[in-house]
């Protein structure tokens, strides 16, 4: 039983020492806010007027009126709060904020995407 106890007590402090290593908050220094707001995930609708097996998997909008395909970042069916960050180069980014999992703040690279018409 002591051993099962220590082993649950390490791998909390593992866990809380490893929270915040992959936090990018520091790649906001220099870079320009543009926006503050939802990012959420467009899905295709089956049975709709788009072909849901060309339908992009990491298309999301952006407070409701932008839409940007976010390399990496795969949130499932839910909406988060996001930055929309320009650096010096003129390359966007989206800062995704933690949600009620996790502790960090996590950048991805975004293109612009012509939002579809959903209805």
Sequence with gaps: MRLL??????????TAAMAGILDDTDKLKGQYIADVGELEPLRCMPGGKYDCMTWPSDLYRFNRTKCYQVSGYYGGYLNRK????VDKGQNVSIFVLPGTLESDVKQYRVVKYECPDLF
């Design 5 to 14: 106890v220590a082993l649950a007590a390490s791998a909390l402090v593992s």
């Design 82 to 85: 996001a930055l929309l960050a």
